[in-house]
C-alpha cells in the first residue's frame, strides 16, 4: 500500500494563479480532509469528506475548493492564490471520521508571490 | 468554537532529561489523540485516549487524559536524539471534527 500520496511535494505560484494539489489514498477510507500547517498555528482543517460526493467546510475554507468524485482521490483547488496561502498542505484520510487514527499525506509545500 | 491550547510552545532540553508537553481543551472532549512529526516529515499518528482518567505507556513515553476529558498529557522520559520533532494533541468532541493543538517542538541536545 502507497498509503496516502500527494502531489506536487514543492510548488511555487504567483498571485491570482490557481492550481490544484492531488491526494489520493489507496486504503478504501471513506473519509478525507485537507489541513494546511502554519508555524505556531498547528494543523487547521480546509475541507473534508465523509465519502464520495459528499464534502463539506472545515474551520479555513475560503479561497480553496475540493470534490470527491471517487472514494480515492481528493484534490484541493486554489482558485485565486494569495500570499497568505503560502503553507504547507496535509491530506489526511481515516476509514471513520471521528475516534479513529489519521493517515497523513507527506505534504506539499506552497509559496505564493 | 472548540479550541485546543498546547503549551509550551518549544521545548529544548538535554539528552536523558525528562519532557512534558501538556493540552487543554475549552470543551469536554471524547477523545484525544497524539501525532509526532519529525521535522520536514508529516504527523504520524502515537495514540488514542478515550477514558477519563486513562494512562497509557508506550515505552518511554506516557500519555494522560484528565478525569474531565478537557486535558491531557504526553511525558518522555530520559529524553532520546530520536525524539526531536513536534508533538501535537487533536482534540475531538463528540460528533465533531478533529482540532489541533499547535504543537510542542522538542529539540534534543546531545
Known amino acids: 500500500n502507497a498509503g496516502v500520496t500527494q502531489t506536487p511535494k514543492f510548488q511555487v505560484l504567483k498571485t491570482g494563479q490557481s492550481m490544484t494539489l492531488q491526494c489520493a489514498q489507496d486504503?478504501?477510507?471513506?473519509?478525507m480532509s485537507w489541513y494546511r500547517q502554519d508555524p505556531g498555528m498547528g494543523l487547521r482543517l480546509i475541507h473534508y469528506?465523509?465519502?464520495?460526493?459528499?464534502?463539506d467546510q472545515g474551520e479555513v475554507p475560503n479561497g480553496y475548493n475540493v470534490s470527491r468524485s471517487t472514494t480515492e482521490d481528493f484534490p484541493l483547488r486554489l482558485l485565486s492564490a494569495a500570499p497568505s496561502q503560502t503553507s504547507v498542505y496535509f491530506c489526511?484520510?481515516?476509514?471513520?471520521?471521528?475516534?479513529?487514527?489519521?493517515?497523513f499525506g507527506p505534504g506539499t509545500r506552497l509559496t505564493v508571490t | 468554537g472548540q479550541q485546543v491550547m498546547q503549551i509550551p510552545q518549544y521545548q529544548h532540553v538535554q539528552e536523558g532529561e525528562d519532557f512534558t508537553t501538556y493540552c487543554n481543551s475549552s470543551?469536554?472532549?471524547?477523545?484525544i489523540q497524539w501525532y509526532k512529526q519529525r521535522p520536514g516529515g508529516h504527523p504520524v499518528f502515537l495514540i488514542q485516549?478515550?477514558?477519563?482518567?486513562e494512562v497509557k505507556k508506550q515505552k518511554r513515553l506516557t500519555f494522560q487524559f484528565g478525569e474531565a476529558k478537557k486535558n491531557s498529557s504526553l511525558h518522555i522520559t530520559a529524553t532520546q536524539t530520536t525524539d526531536v520533532g513536534t508533538y501535537f494533541c487533536?482534540?475531538?468532541?463528540?460528533?465533531?471534527?478533529?482540532?489541533f493543538g499547535a504543537g510542542t517542538i522538542l529539540r534534543v541536545k546531545s
Open positions: 487533536a482534540g475531538q468532541e463528540y460528533g465533531n471534527k478533529l482540532v
Open positions: 470543551t469536554t472532549l471524547s477523545n
Open positions: 485516549l478515550v477514558k477519563s482518567g
Open positions: 486504503m478504501n477510507h471513506e473519509y
Open positions: 469528506s465523509v465519502g464520495a460526493g459528499i464534502t
Open positions: 489526511a484520510s481515516s476509514y471513520l471520521p471521528r475516534g479513529v487514527e489519521q493517515y
